[in-house]
């Protein structure tokens, strides 16, 4: 059975970096050919994809969060982090993370393990 668990700052301020890390157990971020995403869901709206670190390392992101969003991972640790700059009180939102198993990149995702979520606030 896979687990995720998000971990991070429930409080940012405006212009800070937001960081969260998502923590895997029951399985390998390196298996073929699972792809870990982040998605959020502000107050009163829909989920909102955030992007991925693929079981190779690769990213992609979304094209409106893409020049603020970063994901990394720490493999020895059965991690991946999720860093978003310049955040805003538009910024507020649960974040999820979850594992997506489509069979090809171009393909649309299919979740089927999700975190808890965690609520993060931006504001002064």
């Known amino acids: 059975q896979v687990q995720l668990q998000e971990s991070g700052p429930g409080l940012v301020k405006p212009s800070q970096t937001l960081s969260l890390t998502c923590t895997v157990s029951?399985?390998?971020?390196?298996?073929?050919?699972?792809?870990w995403s982040w998605i959020r869901q502000p107050p009163g709206k829909g989920l909102e994809w955030i992007g991925y670190?693929?079981?190779?390392?690769?990213?992609y992101y979304s094209p409106s969060l893409k020049s603020r969003a970063s994901i990394s991972r720490d493999t020895s640790k059965n991690q991946f982090t999720l860093q978003l700059s310049s955040v805003t009180p538009e910024d507020t939102a649960v974040y999820y993370c979850?594992?997506?198993?489509?069979?090809?990149?171009?393909?649309?995702?299919?979740?089927?393990?999700w975190g808890q979520g965690t609520q993060v606030t931006v504001s002064s």
């Open positions: 979850a594992r997506d198993r489509r069979p090809y990149s171009n393909y649309p995702p299919s979740y089927d393990y």
């Open positions: 029951g399985g390998s971020i390196t298996t073929n050919y699972y792809y």
């Open positions: 670190i693929a079981y190779s390392g690769s990213t």
